[in-house]
């Protein structure tokens, strides 16, 4: 059973860090490229961030450069985003997912295959 597990979630100050993981389960985990999407309130899924299968490739949305950083244990099957200089707008659901390597981080839209749960980040004071 395919499964991604999404922690590290809570409320932060705005300027404060946080550091999500995203364990999987089922799959075959270094043979996917993997995302983090986030969802606000009222708003469409927007990608955060892309790492290819082998980890040597990363993409962000144009509001995370600088900011985030995606990275990947592929021994551990593990998924991580350290998030810095939170802003209130960065508050929403962040999802974990994962689409086959085939992909590439710029056929992700078409691709994406499986989808953790969710974690809620609430950027306020």
């Known amino acids: 059973q395919v499964q991604l597990a999404e922690s590290g979630g809570g409320l932060v100050d705005p300027g404060g860090s946080l550091r999500l993981s995203c364990v999987a389960s089922g799959f075959t985990f270094n043979q996917y490229v993997m995302t983090w999407h986030r969802q606000a309130s009222g708003k469409e899924r927007e990608l955060v961030a892309c790492?290819?299968?082998?980890?040597?490739?990363?993409d962000y949305g144009e509001s995370m450069k600088g900011r985030f950083t995606i990275s990947r244990d592929n021994a551990k099957n593990t998924l991580y985003l350290q998030m810095n200089s939170l802003k209130p707008e960065d508050t929403a659901v962040y999802y974990c997912?994962?689409?086959?390597?085939?992909?590439?981080?710029?056929?992700?839209?078409?691709?994406?295959?499986?989808w953790g749960k969710g974690t809620l980040v609430t950027v306020s004071s």
């Open positions: 997912g994962a689409a086959p390597a085939l992909y590439g981080c710029s056929g992700i839209v078409y691709g994406m295959k499986y």
């Open positions: 790492i290819l299968s082998g980890g040597g490739h990363t």
